[in-house]
């Protein structure tokens, strides 16, 4: 038994497990590589290399999620649905860095509550795929499963699993995170000067004016409490946490490290690594995997996931029910929130389990439209978080985060929002290789919707 050092409740370490243990139980979505030796190689590699993330941020990490669910402050997780290697590019990071910093500046003014901001960046290179392989014109390949795996152009060279790609996948997110740390700890996310976030494109948005009223009302409000208290030196400084999904066990595992002064293993590639919802088998390999790992741990619940099933799912991983240590992300669809969601709030409230809840509107209202082209309604991704909201408040539990994927780009991939994006407009700038991202203008639509939703009654809450 180990103390919790902040919740004082007894956390068992887990029975029978080892970094490896996954290794005994099916593990879906795994790539075949050609060539094993080739792949020990590169483990032994990235086993030697320094990690990411340390042990300290990933615990600090924990108690804001244990935060969160008790409604004290509100998690924002978002970025994109898969990084490339040649997205790892100064403007690219920096653009997706403002669009979170913006979007949590809005639910701060607006639901007057500390903002746990995590990026989905920084490692987010593993892609689940629906097929193992792909057929075009009569040639089948192996599919695209994000850069860290093979390429996505239709070769046989690209589409081979090359292991020197996780050595790639750990390098490129390390630089991710050095730029993203020095950002903000150089001052770009000092609160004194919130135009350092703004994007040159959208100076004509719809939104601008809304937004500008608010940095505006928060300019005044740091410039009168620094009239009375002196300089607010910390506002200078925001956390910011990383997570991906834990989907590539082998990655996962080589970045599973014991540290000194602490009990147990942590996963350091990253801050929050979560399941997705392939891979979500109560007795697979990824469970198996995240149970061990003492990070903070993410899982998908799509439709269909029984009452029962997340029940036994939940007793798995936070087998203590300790505080912050699992978030259930939800991503239902608008069309089937309503039927999907209710009986599991139930069961998990009956059963008295210590969850956060977060909204992942993005992943349940994917289409695609006669042309082949995947895509997002914005009018179905609010939907599904209004209905979120409302949901949670009918049965007492709390809507404490929304999972996004977003970039800081001018893409067109999600039709509607402020410019009410149409069919027509998508080839205009369409670069995602997997799924439909929000750009920064529905970013921050959705950001001051979730304000309009929830604001007051957050905040009621949080206080009572
Ligand atoms: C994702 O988050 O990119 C994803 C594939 O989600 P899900 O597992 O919920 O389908
Ligand atoms: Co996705």
């Given at each position: 038994?180990q103390?919790?050092s902040?919740?004082?409740?007894?956390?068992r370490e887990?029975?029978?497990?080892t970094p490896d243990?996954?290794?005994?139980?099916?593990?879906?979505?795994?790539?075949?590589?050609?060539?094993?030796?080739?792949?020990?190689?590169a483990l032994a590699?990235?086993?030697?290399?320094p990690?990411?993330?340390?042990?300290?941020e990933?615990?600090?990490?924990?108690?804001?999620?244990a935060?969160?669910?008790?409604?004290?402050c509100f998690?924002?997780?978002?970025?994109?649905?898969a990084?490339?290697?040649?997205?790892?590019?100064s403007?690219l990071?920096?653009n997706?860095l403002?669009?979170?910093l913006?979007?949590?500046?809005?639910?701060?003014?607006?639901l007057?509550?500390?903002?746990?901001r995590?990026?989905?960046f920084?490692?987010?290179y593993?892609?689940?795929?629906?097929t193992?392989?792909?057929t075009r014109?009569?040639?089948?390949l192996p599919?695209?499963?994000?850069?860290?795996v093979?390429?996505?152009?239709?070769?046989?060279a690209a589409?081979?699993p090359?292991?020197?790609?996780?050595i790639?996948?750990?390098s490129?997110?390390?630089?991710?995170?050095n730029?993203?740390?020095a950002?903000i700890?150089?001052?770009?996310?000092?609160?004194?000067?919130?135009?350092y976030?703004?994007?040159?494109?959208?100076?004509h948005?719809?939104l601008q004016?809304?937004y500008r009223?608010?940095?505006?009302?928060i300019g005044?409000?740091?410039?009168?409490m620094e009239?009375l208290?002196?300089?607010?030196?910390?506002?200078?400084?925001?956390d910011?946490y990383?997570?991906?999904?834990?989907l590539l066990?082998h990655y996962?595992?080589?970045?599973t490290r014991?540290?000194?002064r602490?009990w147990g293993?942590?996963n350091?590639?990253?801050h929050?690594?979560w399941?997705g919802?392939?891979?979500?088998?109560?007795?697979?390999?990824?469970v198996?995997y995240?149970?061990?790992?003492?990070n903070?741990v993410?899982?998908?619940?799509?439709?269909g996931?029984k009452?029962?099933?997340l029940?036994r799912t939940?007793?798995?991983l936070?087998?203590d029910?300790?505080p912050?240590?699992?978030?259930?992300?939800?991503?239902m669809?608008?069309?089937?929130?309503?039927a999907e969601?209710?009986?599991?709030?139930?069961?998990?409230?009956?059963?008295?389990?210590?969850?956060?809840?977060?909204?992942?509107?993005m992943?349940?209202?994917t289409?695609?439209?006669?042309?082949?082209v995947?895509?997002?309604?914005?009018?179905?991704i609010?939907?599904e978080l209004?209905?979120?909201?409302d949901?949670?408040a009918a049965?007492?539990?709390r809507?404490g985060?929304v999972?996004l994927?977003?970039?800081?780009e001018?893409?067109?991939?999600c039709?509607?929002?402020a410019?009410?994006?149409?069919?027509?407009?998508?080839?205009?700038?369409y670069?995602?290789?997997?799924d439909p991202?929000?750009n920064?203008?529905?970013s921050?639509?959705?950001?001051?919707?979730?304000v309009?939703k929830?604001?007051?009654?957050?905040?009621?809450r949080?206080t009572?």
């Amino acid at each position: 038994m180990q103390a919790d050092s902040r919740n004082l409740i007894a956390v068992r370490e887990p029975h029978d497990w080892t970094p490896d243990s996954w290794q005994r139980k099916a593990a879906v979505q795994q790539p075949s590589y050609p060539d094993a030796g080739a792949l020990a190689v590169a483990l032994a590699d990235l086993r030697a290399l320094p990690p990411l993330v340390t042990s300290w941020e990933v615990l600090a990490l924990q108690r804001q999620l244990a935060d969160a669910a008790e409604g004290r402050c509100f998690l924002l997780q978002g970025g994109d649905c898969a990084e490339s290697f040649a997205d790892c590019t100064s403007p690219l990071i920096s653009n997706r860095l403002k669009v979170l910093l913006q979007m949590s500046l809005v639910l701060v003014h607006g639901l007057k509550l500390p903002v746990v901001r995590v990026g989905r960046f920084a490692g987010q290179y593993a892609k689940p795929r629906s097929t193992d392989t792909e057929t075009r014109d009569g040639e089948t390949l192996p599919s695209y499963r994000g850069d860290i795996v093979n390429a996505p152009e239709f070769t046989a060279a690209a589409r081979q699993p090359d292991p020197r790609r996780l050595i790639e996948a750990h390098s490129k997110s390390a630089l991710t995170m050095n730029f993203t740390r020095a950002l903000i700890d150089g001052g770009f996310a000092d609160l004194h000067h919130p135009e350092y976030w703004d994007l040159a494109w959208v100076e004509h948005s719809p939104l601008q004016d809304e937004y500008r009223h608010m940095v505006d009302s928060i300019g005044d409000s740091v410039r009168f409490m620094e009239t009375l208290a002196g300089p607010i030196g910390s506002f200078g400084k925001v956390d910011f946490y990383t997570s991906h999904e834990a989907l590539l066990l082998h990655y996962e595992q080589a970045a599973t490290r014991q540290v000194p002064r602490q009990w147990g293993w942590f996963n350091l590639a990253t801050h929050f690594p979560w399941i997705g919802m392939r891979t979500a088998q109560l007795d697979g390999a990824h469970v198996e995997y995240c149970r061990g790992i003492r990070n903070p741990v993410g899982l998908k619940v799509g439709p269909g996931v029984k009452p029962d099933t997340l029940l036994r799912t939940i007793d798995v991983l936070d087998p203590d029910n300790e505080p912050g240590r699992l978030t259930l992300i939800h991503r239902m669809g608008a069309a089937k929130i309503a039927a999907e969601l209710p009986p599991l709030l139930q069961a998990v409230k009956a059963h008295g389990r210590n969850v956060l809840w977060c909204c992942d509107p993005m992943h349940g209202n994917t289409e695609a439209l006669a042309n082949g082209v995947k895509t997002r309604r914005f009018a179905n991704i609010r939907a599904e978080l209004d209905a979120a909201f409302d949901i949670h408040a009918a049965h007492g539990t709390r809507l404490g985060g929304v999972h996004l994927e977003l970039t800081g780009e001018n893409v067109t991939e999600c039709l509607g929002g402020a410019r009410d994006l149409a069919e027509g407009d998508l080839a205009r700038a369409y670069k995602s290789t997997v799924d439909p991202r929000l750009n920064y203008e529905q970013s921050l639509e959705l950001a001051m919707l979730i304000v309009r939703k929830c604001g007051n009654a957050l905040a009621t809450r949080a206080t009572d």
